[in-house]
């Protein structure tokens, strides 16, 4: 089960405007936090008055404590349920030390309630709070509306945003993606830095296909561990059909892989496939990693590593599974529709149905007896947000684009897995990929999670971002 995303929250409050809304706001916040399932750090009336900042012992009080917390805080959560103290809110974040997404929200004032006893005035506080923030270097997000009543559906759905956006920056900030064998000598498209990956926070550690297949080699199909992983193909989805002998390779080369993600502390791999595996070991790869990615472990095709950062980026932001397709085919004469495949190593949870077969193309020049372990069946109807990472070595840069669109019924007689997508304007967003060079494949997540990924891949992580939402 995934951790309680835990938020950090600041009570922003100034002397002279009304106490009692303060009182207020501190509780209702953090029964908001509670029924929305997240967990909360946060100074007590009896650190400050009322559990807010604003003096320098307030500063030093609230700082302290989330650095006491700084593995459990996710992101921090600003409250002005009055005006609020500009510097003590800045400053308690600063001198946390903490690097963690900020989201701001304001009170919203009543008309019936504008005295001197129940005006808020956080309309302009919030001004000042963004103000001292960004003189800080602190970047923060912000609601849709400049005043929010924390009680909305409107701001629940605005705080599940802000904690996959949280997800997504922590997440991929020290994420380690394992790199095994070489990309296919053709696919010069897949080639990335690996240098400015690490100067994002990301770490690519590598190793030679013929380790991982020695490894396999090392097993025998009749071991315990074989045979129970064998069991967990077999129930994985339906496998009638494939020989034991490609159950049985299928089975060691996974626990191959395991025994080296968990030495070297893996998130996802990027996987070497076409055409080595089959030729030496006779088996497609695909339903090994579409298991690792339906856990919530991304592995890409071909060695695409950054096609991994985008699909782990989707992850994080959905807590659902994501896989990697081409951007294969038009769909008849419709320019906002297109067909999305791959041959196939997508996860389970994305399929409408799916089985275990053979690769029909790489079948043509390996044979069927070294193509099976292919996952076939077509994606399942619904909203998707798709990504695609990319590091522009010439700039020195790392660019993104997200699109949302959704999964259709329409009718197609193909193989792989595939589904037919449509975009909202998507001869633009074609014009958007080929002319910034984008690669041919992208990753895609079922569900609504473009406004996150983006906020977390722009605002803080500092990526160029192209949104087609």
Request: glycine share 8%.
């Amino acid at each position: 089960m995934a951790r309680k995303t835990t938020f950090g929250l600041v009570v922003g409050s100034r002397g002279f405007f009304p106490e009692h809304l303060v009182a207020e706001g501190r509780t209702e916040m953090l029964n908001v936090l509670k029924d929305a399932g997240y967990g909360e750090v946060c100074l007590s009336p009896n650190d400050t008055r009322h559990g807010s900042v604003e003096c320098r012992e307030d500063i030093r009080k609230c700082a302290e404590l989330f650095r006491k917390n700084e593995d459990k805080i996710d992101g921090i959560i600003v409250t002005l349920p009055n005006f609020g103290d500009e510097r003590g809110v800045a400053d308690s974040i600063a001198e946390s030390g903490l690097d963690v997404p900020v989201l701001v929200q304001a009170y919203p004032d009543k008309i019936g309630k504008m005295t001197v006893k129940n005006r808020r005035d956080s309309f302009c506080g919030k001004i000042s709070v963004c103000n001292n923030l960004r003189q800080r270097g602190i970047p923060y997000t912000l609601t849709d509306d400049h005043v929010a009543d924390p009680t909305s559906d409107d701001f629940r759905a605005e705080l599940d945003t802000f904690a996959a956006t949280c997800r997504v920056v922590n997440g991929l900030s020290g994420a380690r993606i394992g790199a095994i064998g070489a990309r296919p000598s053709p696919f010069t498209t897949v080639r990335y830095s690996e240098k400015l990956l690490e100067a994002a926070g990301i770490s690519v550690v590598t190793i030679d296909l013929s380790e991982i297949l020695a490894a396999s080699d090392k097993m025998k199909d009749t071991s315990k561990d074989v045979q129970a992983r064998i069991k967990q193909i077999t129930g994985y989805c339906n496998a009638a059909g494939v020989p034991k002998k490609a159950l049985g390779k299928m089975a060691r080369f996974a626990l191959a892989i395991d025994h080296w993600m968990d030495a070297n502390e893996m998130d996802a791999t990027a996987i070497q496939c076409w055409t080595a595996i089959e030729e030496i070991f006779g088996i497609t790869p695909c339903t090994v990693m579409g298991m690792m990615s339906n856990k919530l472990m991304p592995s890409a095709c071909e060695v695409d590593v950054t096609g991994c950062v985008g699909m782990l980026a989707l992850q994080l932001a959905s807590e659902t599974p994501a896989a990697l397709l081409d951007w294969n085919n038009n769909y008849g004469e419709d320019p906002d529709k297109c067909v999305l495949f791959h041959c196939s190593n997508l996860p389970k949870a994305m399929f409408d149905e799916v089985k275990i077969d053979y690769q029909e193309i790489i079948a043509g020049s390996v044979g069927k007896q070294n193509a099976y372990g292919a996952c076939v069946g077509r994606m399942a109807p619904g909203p998707i947000t798709m990504c695609r990472v990319s590091t522009d070595d010439s700039q020195g840069v790392i660019q993104a684009y997200v699109a949302a669109g959704e999964l259709t019924d329409d009718p197609l007689e193909t193989f792989g897995g595939w589904g037919v997508a449509r975009i909202e304007n998507l001869q633009s967003l074609m014009q958007v990929i080929c002319r910034m060079g984008f690669e041919h494949h992208v990753a895609l997540t079922h569900g609504s999670v473009g406004d996150a990924v983006v906020e977390a891949l722009e605002n803080y992580l500092g990526w160029e971002v192209y949104y087609h939402g």
